[in-house]
């Protein structure tokens, strides 16, 4: 937790003043108890009434800085703390952004969702409470403590005998009761589970009526959680119980060895009676300190999750800023005898893959379920880093490249269509911001998409629910599309990005993109990933891929000819024709 | 929501807590009681003190029956403390799993338009945190307000009895407390709601953009992204620290008004003890009163606005509670084991909506043993015609009919285990891979299981998974393949040997030697039986002794292939642009 200080040093002046204004409160409230015995045994016992309205007005003078000091820090803790948030939260969004797919795979994004969100409000809690608390409580405890001693040393041995007490069965308590309440989470993770699954597979469900069982299992669940709920309960509801009763056990003990030193002289009644108000206090502090902990435990938990992603080093950075120089006549793109494996995984999924494509050629990649198709296409932008071997865009590793130039030449068609809430210029601009309203329209018309965006009566001023919830999957895929063609790519990716459009749309959109292609000045490459047979046909070479390794390279015409994994793609998918030709 | 309501919603509440009414007495009477002997404690107390007033002065004999009352009073408090908690555990524990368990016993029940037309995330949220919220504030809340109640009560009356002139003091300031407190509480919740509506704009970003960061990263989009953020991020810092410092306003201003009051009774019930007739003990027990006055002000402030989200969210919860359950099977209803496998789907009309009719005067007769193939474009609706054969929705108006029977005169469940249904998106529970291929059939044996498993041609694979059979499918099955999948549901439809079949055919995302598999594994499915196949396949299709052509949910084309083609409609056209690629 120590290394998240430094995000409090803006905040330093806040930090510093607030627990010191909260100190300042505290003791003012330690001196009431002390005020209030000088008007029993001054006030009272000489029938001095002069005396006890000014001691009454000094009480309540005593209050109205306390409030004021109390304001100054609750100030404080509320600037620092959600000051400190901002900046955790925000440096996170930044490392994040920094990430390579390799980390963001190994925490996985609802992780990092729930770290940058929750795992922050814990630790913004958990300075409000540093500022606010954390000084206060022990004080109190403290200064109760030091107050008593100070009016009667004898006396005051009950003190150290009943603080120790209230801390064990706080300690005892809580170490029994709190490990217990992640259990009762996971077993509440359970009853959403179920819920989930039938509610995912309510058409399962009922087409085997299994309602009955259903029913059964969550009632399983629900009152598993319940009992542990019931027992856990039983045990923290003797907090309370068992800390005043310590308490009120050292009062009795306080006013009947108080009785004796009064019968001696050694103390007078309105101190005994400061001695109990300073029980009290210390009875209150404890219980806020037993929640200190709690909350700290938490943030503890909370603080490495987060600490978790700061620590993690992009593996990929670019070498440079300065843009790199292109060859002139190398191969728009190379692979140079790839090997690739996962962070973390043993095997290859990649081996040996080596092909080139020249200016504006249209490459197919063909094969099935899991054969390294998307992987390929992720060292491209080096979004993964090869493990053996090269990848080159103009004759040029990619490595070499500052990663905005090398991704500045590539569009890419993620194979999930994924849009952002804002207009839907906005979101043709994502890869240039400046592209103007022209350069959009012509990608939309290459996308097939033209039509349909005229049709809406806002154009591209439209706004794009989160996740593109108001758009059709053919329609979102098909501004995808648009989105990559915006700005001319030197490289355009298609990564398997026509399934949810009909067959004649699909057509279509690929005589568009052709002709998109050729005509720019010095050609589009593009990489056409598909497990279709008839999607890549037509391209100038086909790359098919089995397991990781190419295992053939050429035209369709070749193909069909030299390579059987090719052949059986084939034909499975158009036996009719076959039959017919 | 107007007060009326309100007392409704609470009443339903109180009707779920009434099998466990007992404890509740039980918490209300500890609770009582408790209460009662924490807040006699400092009379005890007082009268201790009033026993010690100077040297050889102290009455030891006085003293000790006080004191031994009052550690009797101390642990009698403790224990009905304890006793009110627990209490108050069992009613809010058994209260809320009642309620869960209400509510999903009614997910199970209502028609399958109510459960598709919601957002699931939605449903689950009410069943977790709406009802934890009702426990929270309802429950939990209901003892604290009591509690806080009767402790005001209490201690007013004590004051006025130990002293009615300095207890008057204090209840001509009490008006101070409740108004600081409630002016603190309608603040802290303006400013909350404010809050809450810039944290969720700021977690949809979070979620939109570290949640696609693969599509961030491919467009360079980074810079933009963080500026994005920041400026959100530095909304939420300006109305965060509004609202974290009114809502912490609450303890200083608390602690503020209780010294007023302290004071106030410390100057009065000096001057009564200069006056006479008020003993320093008295003043001592006064002043511990004063001290706790305040703090149940403060706690039912808040409970009050807990109790608002807690009735808010019990409102969320018995919606779902009183959503119409599925129409209950016939009175005369049949429940055949099996049938022939004769369909006549006769003048039938169905739309989602209203405004939207889809399937109009729809007729079609399956003789036994026929295989009937839907086509059409992605989206065009076919799941429509599953969800009306299973009754998953029912027919606007016209008949469907089983066996001569309308379906209608079937028990749900006997006319649905009358299919046997694979669907291309697949289901997998959390469980092991034989209790998922029996999930139609729990008390199958391993021998049928295996059977099953190796007619689907899906036991090699399950042999080749760590613990074969035994092993554990996460939740949707992520260990496994989608192609694997289906063969598990394969496997699972036919192993409860249906009379008639659905069937999905897979689109993508399955690899050739896999999608053989299930090919096969679906021809010998269908063998002699009535089937209906979401076709994707040439081959399926051409075989099919009728094809049903559908498109933006409609069925515009029916026929054999033979007599589509020479329609030349629709049909013709998606037959040239899928499966005969022309060589242009």
Known sequence: MLKFIKYLKQFRKEVFIGPVFKLTEAIFELIVPLVMAKIIDIGIANGDKAYVLKMGGVMVLLGLVGLGCALICQYCAAKASQGFGTVVRSEMFRHINSLSHGEIDQIGTPSLITRITNDVNQLQLAVAMLIRLV????????????????????????????????ALALYLVMSRSVPFYRIIQRKLDRISLITRENLSGVRVIRAFSRQQQEKERFLEASTDQMEISIAVGKISALLNPLTSTVINLAIVAVVWFGGFRVNVGGMTQGEVIAFVNYLNQILVAMIVVANLVVIFTKAAASASRVNEVLEMEPSIISKTVTPVQEKENAPKLSFDAVDFAYPDAGDYSLTGISFEAAKGQTVGIIGGTGCGKSTLVNLIPRFYEVSNGAVKVDGVDVREYPLSQLRGKIGIVPQKAVLFSGTLRKNMQWHHEDATDEEIWEALEVAQAAEFVRKMPDGLDTMILQGGKNLSGGQKQRLTIARALVGSPEILILDDSASALDFATDAALRQAIARFCSERENGVTVLIISQRANTVRYADKIVVLDDGKTVGIGTHEQLLESCEEYREIYWSQNEMEGARE | MDMEKRSDILKRILSFAKPHLWYLAAALVSALLSVSLTLYAPILIGRGIDEILEPGKVYFDNLKPILIGLIAVAILAALFQWLMTLCTNMVTYKTVRDLRVAVFNKVEEIPLSRIDSRSHGDIISRIINDIDSVSDGLLQGFSQLFTGIITIAIT???????????????????????????????????MFRRQSAVKGQLSGYIEELVGNQKVVKAFGYEERAQGEFDTINHQLYEVGVKAQFYSSLTNPCTRFVNGVVYAAVAIFGALSCIAGGFSVGALSSFLTYANQYTKPFNEISGVVTELQTALASAKRVFAVI?????????????????????????????????AKPLIQDFNLKVQPGQRIALVGPTGCGKTTMINLLMRFYDTDSGEIRVDGQPVKQIGRNALRSLYGMVLQDTWMFKGSVRENIAYGKPDATDEEVIAAAKAAYAHSFIMRLPQGYDTILTEDGGNISQGQKQLLCIARAMLTKPS????DEATSNIDTRTEIKIQKAFGEMMKGHTSFVVAHRLSTIRESDCILVMKDGQIIEQGTHEQLLKQKGFYHQLYYSQFVQTAS
């Open chain 2, 500 to 503: 008639m079949l659905i069937l």
């Open chain 2, 322 to 354: 009183d959503e119409p359950a599925e129409e209950p099977d016939a009175a005369d209803a049949q429940y055949p084991q099996n049938c022939e496998g004769q369909i006549e789907i006769d003048h039938v009309h169905f739309s989602y909506d209203a």
């Open chain 1, 135 to 166: 000084v206060r409580a022990p004080f109190l405890v403290i200064g109760a403590t030091v107050m008593a001693v100070a009016i009667d040393w004898k006396l005051a041995c009950i003190f150290f005998i009943a603080s120790p007490l209230v």
């Open chain 2, 156 to 190: 007013l009356g004590y004051m006025l009895s130990l002293n009615f002139k300095v207890g008057l003091v204090v209840v001509v300031l009490t008006p101070l407390s409740l108004f600081v407190a409630s002016f603190i509480a309608k603040h802290s919740f303006d």
